[in-house]
């Protein structure tokens, strides 16, 4: 098993930024992708940006695309996300997960192929 311990979520108004840092202790994993979800109230969880082990691939979702960055660093088991020009409408909680199963291609945004999950850590973007 592996734990996620999450940091940087809060309270920002909308045009600021926040950076979210998960690191990852416990069992150590080579060549496994990395994401960052997050769920709105009365929505579906969807993935906001993910990475593969390589940094190689990156997945963001169409609506954080030029404003959100993700980078890692395997030496410290640790992901991050950039948020910058936030909007109210990225007010959600957000969460870190990992694949455990190294894959190859394109990096996965779809939930189910993510295996270990953080508390989640909120984020909201006031008007």
């Known amino acids: 098993q592996v734990q996620l311990v999450e940091s940087g979520g ?37 993935c906001a940006s993910a990475i593969s082990w390589s940094g190689g691939s990156t997945y963001y979702a169409d609506s954080v695309k030029g404003r959100f960055t993700i980078s890692r660093d395997n030496a410290k088991s640790t992901v991050y996300l950039e948020m910058s020009s936030l909007k109210p409408e990225d007010t959600a909680v957000y969460y870190c997960a990992l694949d455990r199963t190294p894959r190859f291609g394109s990096v996965g945004y779809r939930a189910i192929e993510y295996d270990y999950w953080g508390q989640g850590t909120q984020v909201t973007v006031s008007s």
């Open 10 to 46: 809060g309270l920002v108004q909308a045009g600021g930024s926040l950076r979210l840092s998960c690191a990852a202790s416990g069992r150590t994993f080579v060549g496994n992708a990395m994401g960052w979800f997050r769920q709105a109230p009365g929505k579906e969880r969807e």
